[in-house]
């Protein structure tokens, strides 16, 4: 029989659940030997090919397609984007925890959407300036998409950016990621406000994630919410190069290697004295460039 193609889904001991590009029927599936040989594991997010076998139970897959990029916390596979969320208030989310994820997404050169979330919560003057400061701040730099699930704002157009994607959907614990796929596909029926208790509890989450199928096309990972973000694997000298803003002022300081702090006549400087790079990312810059230096 001809192979088919697929989409790996879930990765659980030596079987694979694959769902199939054209007809989205789920299968569980063998490995053939000559991967264990080659020592290739398939992985959430990668396309496969397969074949059904007699029985029709089960599939076997044949060969694995080259891979467009890997995330690895958590293991996924061909992602097209990375969905922050993110909040002002309930949890009240720092900006150089934002920063923080936003460098980690540059290096892996990935497309990233904002969406801010909770929005029924902004009510009073303190809260709507706080929500001013953060639109002047992104909105610049990144696509950003204001949601509730109380008034369901914006949910339609949040859908319109997932369809026929691949996507994770990041961000501290408790900002509503589950709560938005809950409203994006009731279908999925996540579980709201529980893995944050289990987070408290120190449990490890699965490092596999799983890839959910939104019913009007597209897929999501649900990654568990991260309490902090550490950036230790990175060299302080690469930060600069994730603050896009920054680059195209770089070429203009007057030392090469230039990390914008300390230096005299920098370009990067003289940009945020001016108000055209932002006072907020050019301190977090700075705080994470020390932080990396000790
Ligand atoms: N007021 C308000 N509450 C919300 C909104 N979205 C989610 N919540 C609530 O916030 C809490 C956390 O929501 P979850 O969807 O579990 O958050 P999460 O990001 O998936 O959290 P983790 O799985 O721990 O990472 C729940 O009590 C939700 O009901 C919103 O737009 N407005
Ligand atoms: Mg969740
Ligand atoms: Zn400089």
């Not at 080259?66 to 061909?78: G, I």
């Not at 909040?87 to 904002?114: A, G, W």
């Not at 990621?177 to 999925?188: A, E, G, I, T, W």
Request: charged share 25%; net charge positive.
């Amino acid at each position: 029989m001809a192979w088919k193609k697929a989409i790996v889904v879930r990765f659980h001991s030596n079987m694979v659940t694959v769902q199939d590009l054209e007809t989205h029927q789920r299968l569980e599936c063998y490995l053939r030997g000559k991967f264990k040989i080659q020592k290739i594991r398939p992985i959430v997010g990668d396309y496969v090919e397969y074949s059904v076998q007699e029985n029709g139970n089960y599939g076997t897959i044949e060969n694995i397609l080259p891979r467009k990029n890997q995330l690895f916390r958590p293991t996924v596979a061909n992602i097209d984007q990375v969905v922050l969320v993110t909040t002002l208030k309930d949890p009240k989310v720092d900006l150089l925890i934002v920063d923080k994820f936003l460098v980690q997404v540059e290096k892996e050169k990935l497309e990233v959407i904002i969406v801010l979330n909770k929005m029924d919560l902004i009510n009073s003057q303190e809260e709507k300036s706080k929500l001013k400061e953060f639109l002047e701040i992104y909105k610049p730099l990144y696509p950003i998409i204001c949601t509730s699930k109380i008034t369901k704002e914006n949910i339609d157009l949040l859908k319109s950016v997932l369809k026929g994607k691949i996507s994770t959907f990041a961000g501290l614990s408790g900002v509503g990621k589950s709560s938005l796929l809950n409203l994006l596909d009731p279908q999925l029926n996540l579980k709201v406000g529980e893995i944050s208790k289990k987070l408290k509890r120190g449990k490890h989450t699965t490092t596999y994630g799983e890839l959910l199928y939104l019913d009007f096309g597209g897929f999501i990972v649900d990654t568990p919410g991260f309490a902090n973000l550490e950036l230790e694997s990175f060299d302080k000298d690469e930060i600069k190069y994730y603050f896009i803003e920054f680059l195209k002022y770089q070429p203009y300081c007057t030392f090469t290697d230039c990390s914008h702090t300390v230096e005299p006549d920098c370009a990067v400087k003289a940009a945020v004295e001016k108000g055209d790079i932002s006072l907020s990312r050019y301190n977090n810059y700075c705080v994470i460039y020390r932080e990396l230096n000790q």
